[in-house]
């Protein structure tokens, strides 16, 4: 049984930072692409940063310079480092492995920015 489980979401003010963390379980880790997305109310759900399996990364132009993804292929782990925070960044953040036709999604862990 596959799982993503996503960790650090909540409540900074605008500025402030936060990290995200997603642990997988069930699947050969390095070799799946990496990403975390996001939906917010009334919004499509987009990618926000992906990272493959050698440390490739890339990041939506509108957190690029304040995010970081990171990706630990021992501790089948994947962190987001979210700082300068904006309130255009609160959103239900989600954890994402894709490997071919195989894609799984977390549940979702909320970041709020708002003072």
């Known amino acids: 049984q596959v799982q993503l489980v996503e960790s650090g979401g909540g409540l900074v003010q605008p500025g402030g930072s936060l990290r995200l963390s997603c642990a997988a379980s069930g699947i050969i880790f390095r070799f799946y692409l990496m990403g975390w997305y996001r939906q917010a109310p009334g919004k499509q759900r987009e990618l926000v940063a992906s990272?493959?399996?050698?440390?490739?990364?890339d990041y939506a132009d509108s957190v690029k310079g304040r995010f970081t993804i990171s990706r630990d292929n021992a501790k089948n782990t994947v962190a987001l480092q979210m700082n300068s925070l904006k309130a255009e960044d609160t959103a239900v953040y989600y954890c994402?492995?894709?490997?071919?036709?195989?894609?799984?999604w977390g549940q979702g862990t909320q970041v709020t920015v708002s003072s």
């Open positions: 990272i493959f399996s050698n440390g490739r990364t």
């Open positions: 994402n492995a894709a490997a071919g036709r195989e894609v799984y």
